[in-house]
């Protein structure tokens, strides 16, 4: 049986900045910051922009501020970034199999690797995971494998912040 979920992120984005608040984001801008400084960046991308969090703190911090361009997959994300929304002919897709406790290796579970986990309470979250141990464990008690797939189709906006 598959099982399918989506998030939309048109609905979330509202808070998202707030949830994502003090997570892994807040690393990724100081070391941007520090990185355009020395190239004296003139203007910025971030892919898989959200919110525009990491934009936004380039160009409070970097004088003059770089030009600023977006790419997220959500209309939503980027309107709440500020940015004019361009275009979507973009798709990005993401296909992998991993086999029982290799799951727990990918960089995509983890709860500050993508904007899906970080919109879980922690207690959901670790939920998630136990759960996924406990039917990893059934399944090599049975003497069977549990194969995870993991397959990522999303259609992507993007947009610009003019100076």
């Known amino acids: 049986m ?21 997570s892994y984001l807040s690393g990724v801008t100081s070391v941007l ?12 991308l971030d892919l898989g922009c959200g919110t525009g969090l990491s934009l936004q703190g380039l160009r409070a911090n970097l004088q003059p501020a770089p030009l600023a361009y977006g790419l997220d ?10 940015f004019q ?8 897709y993401i296909s992998d199999n991993l086999v029982g406790e290799a799951v727990f290796d990918s960089y995509f579970l983890r709860k500050d690797s993508c904007s899906q986990l970080i919109l879980l309470s922690e207690e959901a979250y670790q ?5 996924m141990r406990a039917k990893i464990a059934a399944a090599k008690a049975r003497g069977e494998e549990i194969i995870f797939r993991t397959e990522l189709k999303n259609r ?7 100076v």
């Open 127 to 131: 939920a998630g995971l136990r759960k």
């Open 33 to 44: 910051q520090d990185l355009a400084r020395q190239v004296k960046a003139r203007r910025a």
């Open 156 to 162: 992507m906006c993007h947009g610009f912040k003019p």
């Open 73 to 82: 997959f959500s209309g939503g994300m980027l309107a709440q970034a500020g």
């Open 2 to 22: 598959t099982e399918s979920y989506r998030v939309n992120y048109d609905a979330v984005a509202s808070g998202y900045s707030r949830r994502a608040a003090g």
């Open 85 to 92: 929304q361009v275009s979507s002919p973009i798709v990005q």
